[in-house]
T-cell receptor, first 112, second 114 residues
């Protein structure tokens, strides 16, 4: 059974700090990962996709993938109260990108 | 505006009753998905369809049925066999081929069993 694990949180950080969200996965064959942000009561929206070892940066967001250790992380620099949401990690399974398996999500709270 | 619409936004179902959730997309996407999100949990796949008139079960298909008669539409029926009391149902779609092609989500239907 392929699994994607996340700490449910909440992760509380002060405004302006770096928030670090982590995700571990059980399938060594997993090659790529998605990070979705979900505000309370809303649907998820994609914020990052990463498919190679190392870092990928997009504005204040950096995704890091370490295939040897089987974890993927999301760093949010200069955290803002508007970043307060649940962050879902997801990995494709079953070949191609047709199906995703989601972690339970980490709730992030950024306080002023 | 291109996007995914779901209706109703809120759904209250009596025990023993079947209900159908609507999902429509005008993005010309080939693949469509239904997920259920239980309180404080991640998304679990109910059914998905990659082409008209074809669909596959996901991890939690019991108590649900779907159809895909049109490319734009992928309705989900929640039958009386589905005992989960409260859940958030999310429909998604994506184009296929040519790379990772993210899944886009509709606004969701919040479902409660009375």
């Amino acid at each position: 059974q392929k699994e994607v694990e996340q700490n449910s949180g909440p992760l509380s950080v002060p405004e302006g700090a770096i928030a670090s969200l982590n995700c571990t996965y059980s399938d060594r064959g997993s090659q790529s990962f998605f990070w979705y942000r979900q505000y309370s009561g809303k649907s998820p929206e994609l914020i990052m996709f990463i498919y190679s070892n190392g870092d990928k940066e997009d504005g204040r967001f950096t995704a890091q993938l370490n295939k040897a250790s089987q974890y993927v992380s999301l760093l949010i620099r200069d955290s803002q109260p508007s970043d307060s949401a649940t962050y879902l990690c997801a990995a494709p399974f079953g070949g191609g990108y047709n199906k995703l398996i989601f972690g339970a999500g980490t709730r992030l709270a950024v306080h002023p | 505006d291109g996007g995914i619409t779901q209706s109703p936004k809120y759904l209250f179902r009596k025990e023993g009753q079947n209900v159908t959730l609507s999902c429509e997309q005008n993005l010309n996407h080939d693949a469509m998905y239904w997920y259920r999100q239980d309180p404080g949990q991640g998304l679990r796949l109910i059914y998905y369809s990659q082409i008209v008139n074809d669909f596959q079960k996901g991890d939690i298909a019991e108590g649900y049925s779907v159809s895909r008669e049109k490319k734009e539409s992928f309705p989900l029926t929640v039958t009386s066999a589905q005992k989960n009391p409260t859940a958030f149902y999310l429909c998604a779609s994506r184009t296929t081929g040519g790379g990772y092609n993210e899944q886009y989500f509709g606004p969701g239907t919040r479902h409660t069993v009375l």
